[in-house]
């Protein structure tokens, strides 16, 4: 397996190789920039860190290769779990999804970017696979064409997240009922009721000192909600 052959690979001592194992998308001029401006900043007067970018870069690139594969192989088998679980009364996938990863936001990103990914020609998931990962998700949730999205894809030349985001937004815009739920109000609200639904966690439990803390944060929200 892929996994097996990364880890004789390191016991071996040779990860050059990785290429082999995972496929690697080559990080964009930006990305390339950023490190280069990161070790520029941080060396000491006179440090070459020309052999530290080219590794660094390399290391970067196989990270977001492993990211993508754990991406696709989490969306995979979300999707087989839904394929199941549809048959049952509703709320199960919901549940299931709740047991599994304590949420539902992020499987259902990776299982909406598991089915964009596989239905995309091989030569665009080399492309969507160098795109930020947030506005891919964001990008798998919108409804619309496949097509459209198939172009925003084909149209990347190395926009960061916000500017894809914004091409994202002008072509799937949120229809009205999307656009109450995106509002401040409702998505506190939410986020409050899903820490509330985590309390009911058989398997939680908070140290003395981690309730002190908890306690002090809700202390916090009551007096900043009452000056609403």
Request: hydrophobic residues 35%; glycine residues 6%; neutral net charge.
């Amino acid at each position: 397996s892929k996994m097996s052959s990364l880890a004789t690979q390191s016991a071996n001592g040779n990860l050059s190789t990785f290429a082999g194992v995972f496929g690697l998308t080559p990080l964009s001029a930006g990305e390339e920039q950023e490190l280069e401006n990161l070790l520029r900043t941080y060396a000491h007067e006179g440090q070459d860190f020309r052999k530290d970018l080219k590794d660094l870069s390399s290391l970067t690139s196989e990270v977001k290769a492993i990211n993508n594969q754990a991406a696709l192989l989490h969306g995979e088998r979300i999707k087989k779990a839904h394929d199941i679980l549809i048959e049952y009364r509703d709320g199960a996938f919901t549940s299931w999804l709740m047991n599994t990863y304590g949420n539902r936001q992020t499987p259902y990103n990776l299982m909406q970017y598991f089915e964009l990914y596989r239905d995309l020609p091989t030569p665009l998931r080399q492309q969507v696979e160098a795109m930020p990962k947030q506005a891919v998700y964001t990008l798998a949730s919108r409804a619309g064409p496949f097509d459209q999205k198939k172009q925003i894809i084909e149209n990347y030349q190395g926009e960061n997240k916000a500017q894809l985001l914004g091409i994202i937004r002008e072509t799937f815009p949120l229809n009205e009922h999307d656009k109450r739920r995106a509002n401040p109000g409702d998505q506190l609200i939410e986020n409050l009721q899903k820490i509330s639904e985590s309390l009911d966690r058989p398997n939680l439990r908070l140290t003395a000192g981690q309730k002190r803390k908890f306690l002090r944060i809700l202390d916090e929200l009551l007096h900043q909600a009452e000056e609403f």
